[in-house]
């Protein structure tokens, strides 16, 4: 079928979207909106003195100022957080409150102080520069390692012993297996790796828009991916009745885990808005969204792998030390702990796994999640680990890994950490990566940049992936009276292209074409629930409780044409978009079945009318996308610059919908995964000031840092966790990308003696790396 599952049908979206016809949070120009502009820290820590708003609320257009005094007054509990974080004996980590706007203390820079409500945003900025904050500034420590010490300052009263930032030592794995196989293993290799603090940075800024409805209720709509867990949180947060708040998302530009956060600016606006009975809109700035937003990764890991004389692996040991930021974020404790857990260890036959994580507090922007939000942590310790292992023991990279991959005839394999993965055929996928990449010309290419006086160098990485997010996801799909095909679902675009792919999933089950479905998401007033988006879950949970509300309609159509055709429903097949009755050429279509289903002939025949159901579908396992990336890069050892030449890519995501948005997807990925490993690194000095709080010092990776990408696929080994056989795809090039890439880049400069680096890889870091093994 030409829009059917499997075909590479270009997105239906982007007309809308490049003829300016988005939707997006700042687009919204409702009568009668106020904006909101925050009063920010300057400071990383400080005590907050006290607020003199006079002259902010006398400004012209001011409608309001409201201070941190405020919001303590009202006794709301802290922001909510989905996770409290839990030690490994089983006591409750430390979760300190955390309030939408500070009333006594600021922790990091841009910590909200304030906010002030006009009838303009420039008249909001205007007197938001006349908000005078009394502060008193406090020692700030940013860097983890340096808040642990026995005389940094605390960052938040806590009673009882224990490190004053220390929130949490996380630990999972069989202490005594793994130290057993320690002790018997005939090579050990350690190494210190640092995950570095990623920005989001989506091309839309974080935004919301608070709504005031008739009777009290609100609606909040804007920059967010996920609307179910939104409502659900801020309710708890308010005390309201989940009918009190309706949560949408129309076009939302990016989020990259970046949106998947209740921040204060959201808690804020709404409480403003009911406040004032008046809509209240805010949009982040650019910068303001360097201090605000939730960073990414900032983790460094102790990692030691444990080999037999053969070079079997035995045992892998991590200990990680989190940069949680200022507080606890929604998801910031789950991402360098069961996040993390879920796959560490990857595709690999590894008899024993221990993950020992301590979550601590610094004078910095909260951490969250971000694309790939643990798995990327947890391969780039593995595969780091295995280069270094085959370099010290003097065996060959490539065959390491094979001879240690879970084999075909193991499967399902269940692994150290408990995960059963269930289809797959890794070494096979690595060999294609390879195959592809040409990796036996390698050698040839190699002599031809020495010729030049570059170094060039070849880098791999095997990666699995475990998809995350709500198991449980609905689904409404029916026709409406004029025929159009209705799919409504709970998860959400942020521009992956649902909207194609879901309706592809309509297309392939009804046999209509593409420009009959309409397509509605994020909406909580739409469905009873719904995951969002996040961990690469939407296809494959979203795409089955389609798939099972599609098959209900089917049904309910059958019995509608058996009493079209006078004949039974069990005798009735639909074939390319037309009801026969079975091994006749009497038939009839959709056009004739959605008439009988809404003028009243399908409650004649005892039927309930419409033809509209609704499903949910809750995964059973998780599902585990995999694949092996192959990086080539070239060095300049005068310079430090590196060039990533080649990229391939062999992926097994099981079934494919459309390989055009899993190619884009994957394509996006590995850029971002680049951008990580070459580029990007969010960077304080040691009062917690951010040196890259702009794209003047922060490097976003440009069309001319990457080369084009081979990207390939293998569906024969699809998922048994949901109908469809999907694995997921969105996450996948963020989590091999890093690993490959710096493992190429130390291939390449072996011979120079370099044996380590930290990403960012920049010309810098590389030319003081190689100068240094030069002495």
Known sequence: MKFGIGQPVVRVEDPRFITGRGRYADDRQDEGLLHAVFVRSPFAHAHVAGFDTAEAKAAPGVVAVLTGTDWAAEGFPGLPVRSQPTNRDGTPGFLPRRDAL???TVRHVGDAVAVVIAESRA??????????????????????????????????????????????????GDDE???????????????TVVQNRIAPNPMEPRGCVALVEEGGRLTLTGAIQGVYAFRDLICGLFGWDKAKLHVKAEDVGGGFGGKNQVQPEHAVCLWAAEKLGRSVKWISGRSEAFVTDAHGRAVVSEVALALDEGGRFLALDCASLANLGAYCSTNGTLIPTASTAAVLGGAYDIGAVRLVTRGVFTNTAPTDAYRGAGRPEATYMLERAIDQAAREMGLDRIDLRRRNLVRPEQLPYRTALGKEIDTGDFARVLDEALAAADADGFAARAEESAARGLKRGLGIASYLESVLGPPVENARVGFEKDGTVLVSVGTQSNGQGHETAFAQLACE?????????RFLQADTDALPLGGGHGGSRSLQLGGSAILRAGEKVIEKAKALAGHLLEAAADDIELVDGRFRIAGTDRETGWDEIVAAAHDGRAERWGLRGGLVELADYTRENHSFPNGA??????VDPETGRVVLLRYTVVDDFGRIVNPLLVAGQVMGGIAQGAGQALLEGVVHDEAGQLLTGSFMDYAMPRADDVPSFDIRFMEDAPSTSNPLGIKGCGEAGTIGAPPAIVNAVLDALAGLGVRHLDMPLTPETVWRAIADARG
């Open 177 to 191: 297996a793994v130290e057993e196989a320690f002790a018997r293993a005939a090579h050990v290799t350690r190494l």
């Open 123 to 172: 008249a909001a900025e205007d007197a938001a520069e006349l908000v005078a904050v009394d502060y008193a500034e406090i020692e700030p420590v940013a860097d983890p390692r340096a808040a642990l010490a026995d005389d940094a300052p605390a960052i938040h009263a806590r009673e009882g012993e224990g490190a004053a930032n220390l929130s949490f030592t996380w630990g999972t």
């Open 629 to 634: 990336h192959v990086a080539e890069v070239e």
């Open 509 to 517: 089950m009804f046999g209509l074409p593409i420009d009959r479905v």
């Open 102 to 104: 500070a009333s006594d």
